[in-house]
C-alpha cells in the first residue's frame, strides 16, 4: 500500500488537521516528519474542537497508528501537556510512536529562540519562541539532543555540559542574561525518562514494515511550502522542510514509496509572522477574512495576516511538491462577497510575471494582477456535492482548479469533519 503526503500548499494554516482527520479513519498510520510546536493544527469533530501541537492529527481516529517522525523537535513539557489534555477529554493516546532519532528542545534553546528575536527588534523574523530554530540549528551543528539521549544519563549530561558551555557566554556577554544551570536542565529531562520510554520506536524500520505488509501510511507536515527553509520567502521561514522531500527525510521512507502528495490551499491566502505578501489586504476586506474565517494562529492567537487566492503561489506548491492534488478549505467564508479576486500573476518592475520569482526582492515588490469572478450570497455549509453549490461557487472553483495546476479533489465548505466535497478520492488512484 501505499504513503501519502498531506502538505500545507500556502503559508500554512490552510486546515492540514481537518484534512487528515477526514482520512484518518482509512489509513493505518499518521506521521508528523518535521516542525515542533509552533505548528498548531484546529480539528472539529461534531460540537468539539481539538488543537493539536505536537502530535499527529490522527491521534483523533481510534483505529490510527499516531506517529512523531525523527523529523521532528519536541519539546518533553509541551507533549506530555498535550497528551494530558488529550486523555481528559477521552482521547486514548495510547498507541502514540516517538522515534528515539527526534531531536529535543530544551529550555536554553527557548530562551534563545526569544532573546534573539528580541535583539533583532525590526527586523524580526516573527518566530514564535518556542525554541524550534534553536534546537534544529543544534541538530545542523551535531550538539542536538535526541530523544535516545534520555536513556543514557552520561551522554545526557555530557551533551547538556556542551551546549551551556557554549551558550552561557552568549546569554551571559552578548544578552545580559543569567547563565543556565546544568543540573537543573539534567534533572528536568531524567524526569521524563519513564514517562517517555512505552512511546519510543524505531519508527523508520516500523513505517517501513507497515508498509511492506499492505498498510497505509499518511505523512503530515506542519506550517506550509512557503514557509520552508530552502524553498520559502528566506528568511522568513520555519526551521524545516515542510515540502514533500521533507518527509522523506523527517519519517525514514523512500520517495518510490510515496503515490500521492494532496496540497492544502485556502480559497484565500493566510500568513503569521512577517516576509512578503503580495495579496495581503490591509483593509476592511481583509479584516473581515479574518473575522470570518477566525483566522488566529492556533498555537500563537496571533493574528493573520489575510489577502486574496495566489494562482502563482500555487503553482510553485505543484511544482516543488509534485502535487497530485489541491483540497480547497475555508470556501465558505467567501461567501457575501459581491466579486472575488483572484491573483493570477505579478507585476514587476512593470512586466508581468507568470510565476513566484525566485529573487526575494523581486517577490516583495511584486504587484498582484487580479481576475475578478463574481460571488454568492447563498449558505454553502449544508453542500456535500459540487452540485449543491450555487453556480458562481462551482466557477470559482473550476477557475482555481484550471489556474493552479492540479485538480481540486475536495472541497471544504465549513469547519466540521463533515462540511467537505470530495469530488475525487484522495487515498485511490
Known sequence: ????????????????????DILGDRVDYVVRYQGGNNAGHTVVIGDQKYALHLLPSGILSPNVIPVIGNGVVIDPSVLLEEIKGLNERGIDTSKLVISSN????????????????RFLGKAKIGTTGRGIGPAYADKISRIGIRVQDLFDESILQKKIEGALKDKNQVLTKVFNR?????????????????????YIADTALLLNNALESGKTVLLEGSQGTLLDVDHGTYPFVTSSNPTA????????????????????VKAYTTRVGSGPFPTELENED?????????????????????????????????RINGLTDFFLTKLDVLTGWEKIPVCVAYEIDGKRVEEVPSSQTDFHHAIPIYEYLPGWSEDISKARALSDLPKNARDYIAFLEEISGAPMSAIGVGPGRDETIVTRDLLTR
Open 1 to 20: 500500500m501505499p504513503a501519502i503526503v498531506l502538505l500545507g500548499a500556502q503559508w500554512g494554516d490552510e486546515g492540514k488537521g481537518k484534512a487528515t
Open 102 to 117: 527526534a531531536h529535543l528542545i530544551t529550555p536554553y534553546h527557548r530562551t534563545i529562540d526569544k532573546v534573539s528575536e
Open 178 to 198: 543569567k547563565d543556565m544551570q546544568v543540573s537543573e536542565i539534567l534533572d528536568e529531562y531524567l524526569g521524563y525518562v519513564e514517562i517517555l520510554r512505552p
Open 245 to 264: 522531500g521533507g518527509a522523506c527525510t523527517g519519517s525514514g521512507i523512500g520517495p518510490t514509496k510515496i503515490e500521492r502528495v494532496i496540497g492544502i
Open 286 to 318: 481583509g479584516e473581515k477574512l479574518r473575522t470570518i474565517g477566525h483566522e488566529y494562529g492556533t498555537t500563537t492567537g496571533r493574528n493573520r495576516r489575510c489577502g486574496w487566492y495566489d494562482a502563482p503561489i500555487a503553482r510553485f506548491a505543484v
